[in-house]
């Protein structure tokens, strides 16, 4: 019986312009970190791809910084990363709450942020904190550099904007005003897939609100958003929440329950955020 990698290949750049020189000239490739996703495909035998090119080796994309007002995280940031970093911790909590709730010490090791946002399953937790805090998706290919909204970034399940000559490179996330809030509901609070999860921002002007698990990608919900902000009315943002949101039966739970929940995780954030 043949192996599991039999027939595939690995390229192993050097350096980042290495790295987009081979997606421009070699492709395609499927770019791979910590493969915490990649190799459950491997193992189940439903992995497709052929020929990958290793990024872990490529420090420059691990990189935490401010930049003027702006909190940069490197592509390559695992969650672990996140969880010890003081800048994401002091500019970003809700990033670091939901790294916190990913997988395993293991798994916290070696995934990346990049990782889980280029996967774009629905219920990757660190999505919704993304969408909630108007990060922007920096991509680069050899010729280019693009910034790309988080909330335009995905056009449809796993599906999204970046082409295959493209590398997630970083995401910048500008100052967040306002009380942060993550909530992950699962089997267990790790190690377990989400069944919802839930990233909001609120302050006194405005709230933003975005969830997983809910429809085939991340989303923000504008109307629940507007609801609060305008009537500060919980009963009429549960009502336009459950009108935005597209839950579906799966293994995991069922569209009923996801709605029922969506709407208690509203009332939470509504109560642990209100004034005063």
């Known amino acids: 019986?043949?192996?599991?990698?039999?027939?595939?290949?690995?390229?192993?750049?050097?350096?980042?312009?290495?790295?987009?020189?081979?997606?421009?000239?070699?492709?395609?490739?499927?770019?791979?970190?910590?493969?915490?996703?990649?190799?459950?495909?491997?193992n189940f035998g439903t992995l497709t791809d052929q020929r990958f090119l290793n990024l872990w080796r490529l420090d420059r994309l691990r990189a935490i910084a401010v930049r003027g007002k702006v909190l940069s995280i490197?592509?390559?940031?695992?969650?672990?990363?996140?969880?010890?970093?003081?800048?994401?911790?002091?500019?970003?909590?809700?990033?670091?709450?939901?790294?916190?709730?990913?997988?395993?010490?293991?798994?916290?090791?070696?995934?990346?942020?990049?990782?889980?946002?280029?996967?774009?399953s629905p219920a990757g937790d660190t999505l919704p904190v993304l969408?909630?805090?108007d990060a922007v998706v920096v991509l680069?290919?050899?010729?280019?550099?693009?910034?790309?909204?988080?909330?335009?970034?995905?056009?449809?399940?796993?599906?999204?904007v970046r082409r295959p000559d493209e590398l997630i490179v970083s995401f910048e996330i500008p100052a967040v005003r306002g009380r942060q809030w993550f909530r992950k509901v699962g089997t267990r609070a790790a190690q377990a897939i989400s069944k919802i999860v839930m990233a909001g921002v609120r302050s006194p002007s405005d709230a933003r609100i975005?969830?997983?698990?809910?429809?085939?990608?991340?989303?923000?919900?504008?109307?629940t958003e507007a609801a609060l902000t305008i009537s500060d009315n919980l009963e009429t943002a549960q009502h336009a929440l459950r009108d935005e949101i597209a839950p579906i039966d799966d293994i995991r739970s069922t569209a009923e329950y996801r709605r029922r929940v969506a709407a208690n995780l509203l009332a939470r954030f509504v109560h642990e955020t209100s004034r005063g």
């Open 1 to 42: 019986m043949q192996s599991a990698i039999a027939h595939r290949s690995l390229l192993q750049p050097k350096s980042l312009g290495d790295a987009l020189k081979m997606l421009r000239d070699e492709g395609p490739l499927t770019p791979l970190a910590g493969c915490t996703d990649l190799y459950v495909n491997l």
């Open 131 to 133: 969408a909630a805090a």
């Open 210 to 223: 975005a969830f997983g698990s809910v429809a085939p990608t991340v989303i923000r919900v504008p109307r």
């Open 74 to 120: 490197g592509a390559l940031a695992t969650h672990t990363d996140l969880i010890q970093s003081s800048l994401v911790r002091k500019r970003l909590p809700m990033l670091a709450a939901a790294a916190r709730e990913i997988g395993g010490v293991q798994i916290q090791n070696r995934g990346t942020i990049g990782g889980n946002v280029a996967n774009g």
């Open 140 to 160: 680069k290919s050899a010729n280019d550099t693009r910034r790309v909204p988080f909330t335009a970034f995905y056009t449809g399940y796993r599906r999204s």
